[in-house]
Nanobody, 116 residues
Framework: QVQLVESGGGLVQPGGSLRLSCVAS????????MSWYRQAPGRERELVAA????????NYADSVKGRFTISRDNAKNTMYLQMNSLKPDDTAVYYC?????????WGQGTQVTVSA
């Protein structure tokens, strides 16, 4: 079955960096686009970044452009989110997602807290 496992979250000071990872299994990773979402308390889940199956095309939410970088390693069935210049507003649970045969599959999420 499809499994997505996120890691790399934690507590970081404003201006700091974190690198999130999403390890995938149960499907042919290299054939599917992937995405990162986040959900802050009291807010709806929002798209942060997305990447095509080959990794050659990406897109970002305006709020993270120039600070976050999405990437993937198809040999390792892993997607990444490099987050730099973090702000308190980036505090959220971050999820990876894949859409396969009309179904969204989500990981369990990893908490990112940006606070002094």
């Amino acid at each position: 079955q499809v499994q997505l496992v996120e890691s790399g979250g934690g507590l970081v000071q404003p201006g700091g960096s974190l690198r999130l990872s999403c390890v995938a299994s149960g499907f042919i990773f290299r054939t599917y686009g992937m995405s990162w979402y986040r959900q802050a308390p009291g807010r709806e889940r929002e798209l942060v970044a997305a990447i095509t199956n080959s990794g050659t095309s990406t897109n970002y939410a305006d709020s993270v452009k120039g600070r976050f970088t999405i990437s993937r390693d198809n040999a390792k069935n892993t997607m990444y989110l490099q987050m730099n210049s973090l702000k308190p507003d980036d505090t959220a649970v971050y999820y990876c997602k894949v859409f396969i045969r009309w179904t969204d599959y989500w990981g369990q999420g990893t908490q990112v807290t940006v606070s002094a």
